[in-house]
């Protein structure tokens, strides 16, 4: 069987109509889901972009051992596996982190083509320049998705693995106007910067999330037109009979929800929002991390998974970004790896079982611990003046477990999604029992003490 594999970064799963919203204009991803499986409980575990990677391209838990960089020599990759059992393997990809500072995400492939354009500076200009001349396919999104339909037009006669990783709908918004003005009827081509702390501290009114929202929509409106032209080549080409083809993202995003503007808590050098502070004004102090509770905005992913011979339907159970990997492996017939931590979730599909995990644990990396310093979001060193709740939830029940005295948060995540009411005064108990899983689970992956002892404290 031939495998694609799709990554959208920052796409936020309740903005697709199989997950209940019906505003977003996805008719692409929406044909899509009629014939896929949808999997209503998949959650990204490490956090954020290029923790979730490892992660997908390993399948295991990196978050507990790795921090944001590059991934050590002895990791197995799943583009090792493939190309070692006969697979044509390319990823094609503008998420910039695959291309900077020996990250190794690309390791294993045949072929990786790098588009770029999304980093500031000289590739944001060649960028801008190339939108001048080429249309729409000067934009990230297109120009990836476009590069991965030729490359399927070169190896379509193969056995073959495509990996295709879009930073769209990531900031900055900036998508052609006509895909933002059908959620914003008055937009006049502004682009507005994420606070990445709470909006109102920092100044943004309504009208700045408003736009910048409409403007992220315009973004997933673009990535599902030229997704469609990827399936649309992938039917001309004859390959649906024979492709097994997965959509998925690596997590989400806040648009005011908690107060927050950002998928983390953090501020530019000296204190200051990024969107005033002086670009040509060199800083006196370091920029920081703060505390960053991940809830199921940002931690639900979606997951749309097309097999040939099976009929769409939808799928519960918990499962996490690390199981593609050994389910993509089962489903080439090629062996996982023994460091491989995580599971297939074929079973799932076969209604062999009706559950894969008791829990599922998403965080930030543990290296990011007080007063060290910490590579996220974008590549930049900041110092960690408060720790970061993992979240683990049982699908019921969503802990929020801080080390070092930090709250404690528990919510019903079936009656409140969206983590309005902590209850964990009143419902110790339960937090106590998930608590205890969120340890024996790190036992079992092995997190070294010096990680893992501070987190057995209640």
């Given amino acids: 069987m031939n495998i694609i594999l799709v990554v959208s970064d920052t796409f936020r799963r309740d903005h697709l109509a199989c997950y209940g919203n019906e505003k977003i204009i996805t008719p692409n991803l929406d044909a899509f889901a009629q014939k896929a499986l949808i999997f209503e409980d998949c959650y990204c575990s490490s956090f954020p972009t290029v923790p979730a990677r490892a992660d997908l391209m390993t399948g295991r ?10 991934l050590p020599q002895d990791e197995i990759t799943l583009a090792d596996c493939l190309t070692k059992n006969g697979y044509a393997t390319a990823g094609v990809a503008d998420t910039p982190f695959f291309a900077r500072n020996g990250y190794g995400l690309d390791r294993g492939f045949d072929e990786f083509i790098y588009i770029r354009g999304q980093l500031s500076g000289t590739e944001q200009d060649w960028r801008h320049l190339a939108r001048g001349y080429s249309e729409e396919r000067g ?21 073959f693995f495509l990996y295709v990783d879009t930073w769209d709908p990531h900031e900055p918004w900036d998508p052609p106007s006509y895909y933002v003005k059908p959620y914003y009827p008055g937009y006049q081509g502004e682009v507005i910067v994420p606070s990445y702390w709470d909006y109102r501290e920092d100044g ?14 315009g973004e997933i409106t ?12 992938i039917r ?16 989400g995003f806040s648009f005011g929800e908690h107060g927050q503007f950002g998928k983390r808590r953090f501020r530019w050098a000296d204190n ?32 749309l998974m097309y097999l040939p011979g099976t009929n769409g339907r939808r799928i519960s ?10 389910t993509i492996l089962e489903l080439a017939g090629a062996p996982a790896p023994q460091r491989v931590q995580s599971s297939s979730i074929l079973p799932l599909i076969r209604d062999e079982a009706k559950s894969i995990h008791k829990i599922v644990i998403s965080s930030s990396p543990f290296q990011e611990t007080m007063g060290e310093y910490s590579k996220t979001v974008d590549d930049q060193a900041r110092e960690v003046i408060e720790l970061s709740p993992c979240t683990i939830t049982d699908g019921t029940w969503d802990l929020l477990y801080s080390v070092h005295g930090q709250p404690i948060e528990l919510y019903h995540t079936r009656d409140d999604p969206g983590h309005c009411c902590n209850v964990f005064e009143e419902e110790t108990e339960h937090a106590r029992i998930l608590h205890a899983e969120f340890v024996a689970n790190l036992e079992k992956i092995e997190t070294m003490p010096v990680y893992l002892e501070p987190r057995r404290e209640f």
């Fill in 61 to 70: 838990y990196t978050f507990a051992y790795l921090p944001w960089g590059p």
């Fill in 139 to 159: 934009y990230c999104a297109p120009h990836t998705l476009k590069e991965a339909s030729d490359w399927l037009l070169r190896h379509h006669d193969k056995k």
């Fill in 204 to 217: 943004y009114t309504e009208r700045d999330l408003e736009i910048a929202h409409a403007c992220y929509c």
């Fill in 222 to 233: 673009m990535v599902d037109f030229w997704f469609g032209f990827l399936m649309e080549r």
């Fill in 236 to 251: 001309v080409l004859g390959l649906l009979d024979n492709t097994a083809i997965l959509f998925t993202s690596d997590h």
């Fill in 272 to 303: 200051l929002p990024l969107r005033v502070r002086a670009a040509d004004k060199p800083p006196t102090e370091q920029p920081t991390v703060h505390r960053s509770p991940l809830h199921n905005e940002l931690i639900q992913v979606p997951l």
């Fill in 317 to 326: 159970g918990l499962m996490s970004l690390p199981d593609l990997m050994p």
